[in-house]
């Protein structure tokens, strides 16, 4: 009995010690101690993101500065569908946006296997109720052969897409003869705009979304044009290439200062819980998460093959086996030993939508936490010689997976996503889609 009762006090307080957590707690000393032997540059500020309005910490294209009105601007175009005028039927036409597939309060991803804006319709609760039109073929429908990337943290994307093909420094020196060759649009390269500022004017293109003047002045645009570039010269005043660096600008923003994580490092020792501090200390020792997932934004720009199946297998529409995408950073470069290897991608607000991998072939972080733990390729095309070599059985215990699960689930979510997300509209229309379904489902009729 006697024992007992001492035993419970020694808990009781072990357990008051943990609640307080101060710096000297082991905990902390531990984690602080990790994170400075594998940051870049000895020191855990490292990982800290700048805040959204610190304009000169925000990594950016010399050729795109930000501004408040660039930001201002493509906080709006963004997930305005009313210049989805390029749509391949009637029925699609004013209907999505980008949002339609980075959807804010999933990551700013779909929460479904597969994008798709032009030729579906329907929101659901989160985006998981989005299906293709019956009017559409399946080639006509706006959809990817490789589940959409976050744009959160994005502006330290130097090298976007899966592929890293966008932006023409960085990895990307040296492969200037494969721009435009696999992907036309990569010939944007050579333009030298920025990884986001090239891709996204591709991508209003490929995404069915027209800028011009006429549409600009109808929908209310035009002030907020004329303030965020008012050197430019009205002929090239709004043009797809204006939109892009407002979104660009825009996208750059989007840092998740408020993570618990990120609360942690700015020196609040209880921003996060044990269970994450212990998920966090794996992260960054022993389970080594970090040998590949180690820049601001915990992902980085180099590319690995992990084994994963490809979408086609989970669903995907409009893609195949034979799809480009499925050879990664291969698809692009042409090069034999990038052959199924995939840029790491950024860690934050994972948790607020699903799938997870290229190809959604997992749908929970847990699945995600127990493939890496188990260390054995699922996809049989892409050879053994080409996994890497930091991808092998973890023997993390089951609550060992469970806390590096809480850090990646709560640790690293901003909680305050909606900060980022306008109020309305000039159009007046409904985002993150604006098809009738989707309407009713959002809230706006
Ligand atoms: C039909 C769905 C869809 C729509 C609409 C869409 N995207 Fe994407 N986005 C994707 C997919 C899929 C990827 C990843 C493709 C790949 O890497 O192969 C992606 C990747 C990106 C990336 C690269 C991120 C990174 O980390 O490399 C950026 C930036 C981006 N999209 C911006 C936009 C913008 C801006 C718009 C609107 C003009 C837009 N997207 C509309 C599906 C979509
Ligand atoms: C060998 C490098 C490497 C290591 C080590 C590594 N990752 Fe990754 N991680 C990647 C790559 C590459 C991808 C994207 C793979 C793909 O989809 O083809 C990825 C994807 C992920 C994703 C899914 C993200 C998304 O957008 O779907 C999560 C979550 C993740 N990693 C967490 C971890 C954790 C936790 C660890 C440690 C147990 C870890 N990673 C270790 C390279 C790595």
């Known amino acids: 009995m006697r024992k007992i009762y001492v035993f419970s006090i020694i808990v009781a307080s072990v357990l008051f010690a943990c609640k307080h957590d101060p710096l000297w707690a082991p905990l902390n000393i531990e984690l602080h101690q990790a994170i400075t032997n594998i940051s870049q540059n000895g020191s855990p500020s490292y990982f800290i993101l700048p805040e959204s309005t610190d304009f000169g910490r925000i ?50 991803r779909p929460n479904r296997v597969q994008g798709i804006a032009d030729g579906a319709y329907g929101f659901g609760t989160n985006g998981e109720g989005r299906n293709k039109r019956l009017e559409y073929a399946e080639q006509d429908i706006d959809a990817q052969g490789a589940r959409p990337l976050s744009m959160l943290n994005v502006a330290y994307v130097t090298n976007s897409m899966w592929n890293g093909s966008f932006g023409a420094g960085g990895v990307n020196a040296g ?44 929908y209310g645009y035009k002030a907020y044009f004329d303030a965020a570039f008012p050197d430019v010269p009205e002929a090239e005043r709004y043009t797809r290439k204006t939109a892009s660096f407002a979104i660009s600008a825009y996208l750059r923003t989007l840092l998740c200062t408020e993570a618990p994580f990120q609360r942690w490092l700015k020196g609040e020792d209880d921003a996060m819980t044990d269970e994450e501090k212990r998920g966090a200390l794996l992260f960054f020792g022993k389970a080594g998460c970090y040998r590949c997932h180690n820049e601001p934004n915990l992902g980085s720009i180099t590319f690995h093959a992990l084994g994963v199946q490809d979408l086609f297998e989970n669903g995907g529409l409009k893609t195949s086996a034979s799809d480009l995408r499925n050879l990664g950073r291969g698809g692009f470069t042409g090069n034999p030993d990038d052959m199924f290897r995939f840029r790491v991608p950024q860690l934050y607000n994972l948790g607020d939508g699903g799938p997870y991998f290229h190809g959604s072939s997992k749908n ?3 699945e995600v936490v127990e493939y890496f733990n188990d260390g054995i390729p699922e996809n049989p095309r892409v050879p053994k010689s080409q996994i890497s070599p930091f991808f092998h059985p973890l023997n993390l215990s089951i609550s060992e997976q469970s806390d590096l699960e809480a850090f990646l689930r709560n640790g690293l979510r901003d909680p305050n996503i909606q900060r980022y997300v306008p109020d309305h509209l000039p159009s007046g229309f409904c985002f993150p889609n604006n098809d009738q379904q989707s309407r009713r489902e959002i809230g706006c009729e």
């Open 59 to 108: 990594p950016q294209s010399p050729a795109n500065p930000l501004t408040a009105e660039k930001v201002a601007l493509g906080k709006l175009l963004f997930y305005e569908s009313a210049f989805a005028v390029e749509a391949k039927h009637t029925s699609g036409m004013a209907t999505f946006s980008c949002s339609s597939c980075h959807i804010p309060a999933a990551g700013f």
């Open 175 to 218: 492969t200037e003869s494969r721009w435009g060759v696999a992907d036309p649009g990569t010939a944007i390269n050579h333009e030298d705009l920025g990884s986001l500022e090239g891709q996204n004017i591709e991508g209003l293109k490929v995404h069915r979304l027209l800028i011009n003047r006429e549409l600009v002045e109808f």
């Open 364 to 366: 929970t972080l847990r």
